[in-house]
């Protein structure tokens, strides 16, 4: 009896003494991205009646509106379409299990993670430089973006393939060609179709704030409507990038899932044997027909690329070139995004843990509860933090504060969605045998669920940590403080020796993060 006090006694202890720990980390970087209760609190009435402004959508906005929702799908799809195509064939030189050789594989891995890390509005900065303000500098920006997301995506789904099935093939006297052309290309080539609409959705997200550094689509205009206080064209806005991203995403599930489990069935061999002759052309000529399209839809003249190119080789050179004398504002805006993430990642994650509970069909007080809160959820998930991050501009004023909130807000909408689906998948036996001992609905999350879905919580923290350390990159473009607020100004001011020691500081800190948290995910497992 006395053994089982000490262990409640200490397990209480315990338990207080992380609480503990968590309010004094949580308050430490509450300080360092300047949260101050009595600023958030004055700069809520100038938000309230921001919304309230966006409450009257301008409804004869629409024709400009939808002009420039195109150029951004179209930006979107065309820049998916050619990074997936790029990919293709560098994932067969990079992937382990098949690299013709392990060394060069090694080094462009390398390289092409050091790129992975350039968030895409960094990206498209630089490219409006280089090539002018316009969607070409757009498209560019996410083709680096989505050849770098379906590239990494390739080479696991590669390294995946069974080493039996690859030996099989080899034992039979098949050259590395043969390997490929029956047992790698078919594999990949049916998975090609789910990594374009992952990279889609990816990149639809990102078109839309694109605009913000000149480089075309639907956030060109939304950041003029911001400037010149236009909230009824912003609301406009808003509405209707919502719809888009809704649908893009609903139909980017529903493709996936049919081509997961579609398989063509033959019904004798003749069958067959048309098809893999019909496959033979159809699928160059599809491939060459995406190529066309997506060339055609760059809106670049010959004379403006070349001297681009000239530009590109130019900056690149003095971007080598390294200047550390900024290696203190580098350290400087480097913590403050750092502690960013950090805020944002914890302040998400704990209010995560409540909306799940509430969001969660098996968890939630009531039906209609959780139907609500998984609208809201849904909204919150799906704007970038960016746009979030201009409306506590217009609240609490430049600084990292604008940031905290914003990505602590876009975090809590994309953990509750993940979270909640876990708790929806949970095993239903832990939960029903708390609950047959009389105790609550919330007894039976805190005391059953909770504990046993902790560690995939964690997890999921983690990725999103890894995930914020990037956003927080870029919130400095519109002055929601960190590294991207000097990195901005040294972009617009063609400091490219700065650029490039910026570029490889916050580089060199995403590698960090990324594989402390691919260790504690480790741990956590």
């Given at each position: ?266 019904r004798d061999i003749n069958t067959y044997r048309r098809f893999k002759v019909f496959k ?131 975090t809590t909408g994309v953990l509750t969605k993940m979270y909640s689906e876990v708790l ?102």
């Amino acid at each position: 009896m006395n053994s089982l006090k000490n262990y409640t006694a200490k397990n209480r202890l315990h338990k207080s003494l992380y609480f503990l720990g968590a309010i004094i980390i949580l308050i430490f970087l509450g300080f360092k991205v300047e949260f101050d209760f009595i600023r958030l609190y004055k700069g809520i009435p100038s938000m309230i009646d921001l919304f309230v402004r966006m409450l009257k959508p301008n409804t004869s906005y629409g024709v400009e509106v939808f002009d420039k929702l195109n150029e951004t799908i179209q930006i979107a799809i065309v820049s998916s379409i050619i990074g997936v195509l790029l990919a293709l064939p560098f994932s067969l030189f990079i992937a382990n299990n098949i690299a013709p050789n392990k060394y060069i594989g090694t080094i462009l891995s390398g390289v092409f993670s050091f790129f992975r890390t350039i968030p895409s509005l960094i990206w498209a900065a630089i490219l409006v430089s280089i090539f002018s303000i316009g969607k070409f500098a757009g498209i560019i920006a996410l083709t680096i973006i989505a050849f770098l997301i379906s590239l990494k995506l390739f080479r696991e789904y590669i390294e995946a393939i069974n080493e039996n099935q690859l030996s099989s093939i080899r034992s039979v006297g098949a050259n590395a060609i043969q390997v490929l052309r029956y047992c790698v290309l078919p594999y990949i080539s049916e998975l090609s179709v789910s990594i374009f609409f992952i990279v889609l959705e990816t990149n639809i997200r990102s078109a839309t704030i694109l605009g913000l550094v000149g480089a075309g689509g639907i956030g060109q205009i939304m950041w003029r409507d911001l400037n010149h206080l236009r909230y009824d064209n912003l609301s406009t806005l808003i509405l209707v990038l919502f719809l888009t991203i809704l649908i893009i995403d609903l139909l980017s599930l529903f493709v996936r899932k049919y081509f997961i489990k579609k398989t063509i069935r033959f019904r004798d061999i003749n069958t067959y044997r048309r098809f893999k002759v019909f496959k033979i052309f159809y699928v160059p000529i599809l491939v060459i027909l995406l190529f066309l399209f997506a060339f055609s839809s760059l809106n670049i003249t010959y004379d403006r690329f070349v001297l681009g190119i000239a530009q590109g080789k130019n900056v690149i050179l003095r971007m080598v070139r390294v200047d550390i004398t900024c290696f203190s504002k580098l350290i400087e805006g480097i913590l403050e995004s750092f502690f960013i993430a950090i805020f944002a990642t914890i302040v998400g994650g704990l209010l995560s843990l409540i909306f799940s509970y509430l969001t969660a069909y098996n968890t939630s007080p009531h039906k209609g509860v959780s139907i609500f809160l998984k609208g809201i959820i849904n909204i919150l998930r799906t704007f970038p933090p960016i746009i979030t991050a201009i409306i506590f501009f217009r609240g609490v004023g430049p600084g990292p504060l604008a940031g905290a909130m914003a990505l602590s807000i876009y975090t809590t909408g994309v953990l509750t969605k993940m979270y909640s689906e876990v708790l929806e998948s949970g095993e239903k036996n832990i939960q029903n045998s708390i609950i047959t001992t009389g105790a609550t609905n919330f007894q039976s999350y805190r005391h059953g669920l909770l504990p046993h879905t902790f560690s995939t919580f964690v997890s999921l923290a983690l990725y999103r940590l890894e995930s914020n350390i990037r956003n927080s990159t870029i919130l400095g473009v519109i002055g929601a403080g960190g590294i991207g607020t000097t990195l901005a100004m040294n972009i617009t001011w063609r400091n490219w020796e700065k650029v490039g020691f910026l570029l490889l500081g916050i580089s060199i800190m995403v590698i960090i993060i990324d594989k402390l948290s691919q260790y504690l995910r480790k741990i956590f497992a």
